[in-house]
């Protein structure tokens, strides 16, 4: 997982600081693209945080979500068909989704640390009553 972090991070610096110039008309495949690599990433993390995370699954994911809903950019562009809505719309659904079960586990986190922590304070007072 560490790795995939790596990764990520030095794909935003590189794309921060070596610009290319771009044609507009390819901004919505552009779009497309880096919300399922978003999407990938924080599913990702969503395994890793549920023990379940396999990197042959992300690699795969990552490659082919990506791959498939550029197509399906590309065909609709082709065809006048804003076919790329379909992408954005489940992929972006996926990623909030992902995004607030993450969530959740750090505040289920946070609420178990919290009681463990009031618990021992509770049991170190009552056996320093114990002790008077």
Known sequence: M??????VILGVVAGLFLPLPLDSS????????????LDSVIGALRSYMN??????????????????????????????LPLYYAAIFV????????????????????REKKSSKAEAVSSDDE????KN
Do not use: C, H, W
């Open 127 to 130: 056996q320093s009553e114990d």
């Open 26 to 37: 390819y901004s919505m495949y552009f779009v497309v693209g880096i919300l399922t690599a």
């Open 91 to 110: 992929f972006g659904t996926r990623l909030f989704s992902n995004i607030s079960i993450i969530r959740r586990k750090f505040i289920e986190a946070y």
């Open 51 to 80: 023990e379940e995370y396999d990197a042959l699954i992300f690699v795969s994911g990552f490659f082919l979500n990506a791959f498939v809903a550029v197509f399906l950019a590309y065909v609709g562009d082709r065809l006048g």
């Open 2 to 7: 560490l790795y995939v972090l790596l990764a």
